[in-house]
């Protein structure tokens, strides 16, 4: 079992729709990070957060830690949100655990 | 200005040679990272690395090895390369290490082919 699970695998959503992907862990961190990767292959860290909530513009994380859940939302999504999303967590062992990614097509 | 730059963007070789990638990141950073991203796209860290101390993944064969000339670059050395060994390789770098829970700055990637 992989210490990071997220869901959905495969997501397509309508332009306009709110989308949510989830990330659960299993392993101690010292931080979790959402990353995204372009169809073109590039990654970007999107946040990194090891309490509450963070916004970056339609961007939305949330992390529990009692739970070891987070969540990524995109509110408003559009087509250029298109890309694969990757969960990851960090710990004070100097790990870092990637999910296997949520592959997101946003339709025109 | 690129922030992490890593050269070549794409190598093609033969079972059996010896190749190197390079990265370099022009942050300041202290730490350096490299990742595997298997035919699959799942990510594996392969090693960290400061000044002071080398992470190595346990599950790294010992035909990969990282090189640092100095802060700002680490360059990954790959002998006798296996068909296995293909994949896109990915450097990044972060103001502290893992534990210090920095946010990590990504190269392009090198994709590796192993005919």
């Known amino acids: 079992k992989n210490e990071v699970e997220q869901s959905p695998q495969n997501l397509t959503a309508q332009e306009g729709e709110f989308i949510t992907i989830n990330c659960s862990y299993s392993v101690g961190i010292s931080a979790l990070h959402w990353l995204q990767q372009h169809p073109g292959g590039g990654i970007v860290s999107l946040f990194m957060l090891s309490s509450g909530k963070k916004k970056h513009g339609r961007l939305i994380a949330t992390i529990n830690i009692q739970e070891k859940h987070s969540s990524l939302h995109i509110t408003a999504s559009h087509p250029r949100d298109s890309a694969v999303y990757i969960c990851?967590?960090?710990?004070?062992?100097?790990?870092?655990?990637f999910g296997t990614g949520t592959s997101l097509t946003v339709i025109p | 200005d690129t922030a992490v730059s890593q050269t070549p963007k794409y190598l093609v070789t033969q079972m059996g040679n010896d190749k190197s990638i390079k990265c370099e990141q022009n942050?300041?950073?202290?730490?350096m990272y490299w990742y595997k991203q298997d035919s699959k796209k799942f990510l594996k860290i392969m090693f960290s690395y400061n000044n002071k101390e080398l992470i190595i993944n346990e599950t790294v064969p010992n035909r990969f090895s990282p090189k640092s000339p100095d802060k700002a670059h680490l360059n990954l050395h790959i002998n006798s390369l296996e068909l296995g060994d293909s994949a896109v390789y990915f450097c990044a770098s972060s103001r502290r290490g893992l534990a210090g829970a920095d946010e990590q700055f990504f190269g392009p990637g090198t994709r590796l082919t192993v005919l």
């Open positions: 942050l300041g950073h202290d730490t």
């Open positions: 990851a967590v960090s710990n004070t062992g100097n790990q870092f655990y």
